[in-house]
């Protein structure tokens, strides 16, 4: 089973064909990802998911930077931990 | 990093004999060459320079050269997937995605082919499948002009993202580069701004140029 490790990151680029672009936060690496890998995902499109550039993604991604889940986040999960400091 | 292979219209050297599957242009008739697309598989990268570039053509160039591109990269202007026929491919233009013969490109422009040589034939058939997927897809000149704008600034530059136009809309490289991510789930190119140009897809190190010539019709 491949090394999997857990990222955060916005959204760069969407297409309605399925396929977004990740670009993380720390790393500044870019991930690409299908809508399939979106938790419960069920065939939406991205507007119905709220997805548009510079939404704010969880996702978890293998050495070689294959993503294998993309959870959505509500907000830039930075802000929300400066707001509670 | 090898030098590009290019095949040029004004290369009069042919390899072999090419017969027609049916009416061409007369144009092309009288031009006499067609590309030996026999080395061509599926799901091929095209990439076109214009001889003599339109206005669009030269402000794509310009634009990929003030952002930072080499000139060897920043010339190509145009990019397309080969559908594997010997004749058609699927491109973004001004009218949209569609499919058309490479005819209206061979006497008049610059062409390279490249390919990602890791691929499997099912996987080079399933990036020319989803680019046909975006078929009749409306062509994103909009993002054209927010590139133009980049441009000014250094495509280089981080945090330069694209506002959200137009995600039904697509440009030429787009289309290349996203058919090849949905199928391999690799980026072929990490641009700044996050959306691909063909300069980018000339400078890939992801894809190798494939050797082709020209037949005589």
């Not at chain 2, 897809?137 to 981080?158: D, P, T």
């Amino acid at each position: 089973m491949p090394d999997i490790e857990q990222h955060e990151g916005k959204i760069l680029r969407i297409n309605n064909a399925g396929l977004g672009i990740i670009e993380d936060e720390r790393s500044q690496q870019q991930f690409v990802f299908t809508f399939d890998k979106i938790q419960n995902y069920r065939g939406e499109e991205a507007r119905q998911l709220g997805l548009t550039v510079g939404t704010y993604v969880r996702f978890s991604a293998t050495a070689d930077c294959q993503v294998t889940t993309v959870e959505i986040l509500p907000k830039n999960p930075h802000a929300v931990r400066i707001s509670r400091e | 990093m090898p030098g590009q292979i290019v095949l040029d219209p004004r290369d009069r050297t042919t390899t072999g004999r090419w017969i027609p599957p049916g009416p061409i242009p007369p144009s092309l008739r009288q031009f006499g060459q067609f590309p030996n697309t026999h080395a061509w598989h599926p799901g091929d990268l095209l990439l076109f320079s214009a001889l003599i570039p339109s206005r669009m053509s030269r402000a794509i160039i310009r634009g990929q050269e003030r952002g930072g591109y080499a000139p060897e990269d920043a010339r190509w202007h145009h990019a397309a997937v080969y559908l594997g026929d010997g004749i058609t491919i699927c491109e973004a233009s001004i009218g949209g995605v569609h499919c058309v013969p490479v005819y209206r490109y061979v006497e008049t422009h610059l062409l390279r082919i490249r390919r990602d040589e890791t691929l499997s034939p099912d996987k080079r058939w399933l990036i020319a499948m989803n680019a046909l997927t975006r078929l009749g897809s409306r062509y994103a000149l909009e993002r054209i002009f927010s590139l133009a704008r980049q441009a000014r600034q250094g495509y280089w530059r981080r945090g330069n993202t694209l506002p959200l136009l137009g995600m039904r809309a697509v440009i030429c490289s787009e289309l290349c580069n996203d058919s090849y991510s949905l199928v391999t789930g690799r980026l072929l190119v990490a641009a700044a701004s996050g959306t691909v140009k063909p300069a980018d897809l000339s400078m890939t190190p992801q894809l190798v140029d494939v050797e082709t010539s020209w037949l005589r019709i």
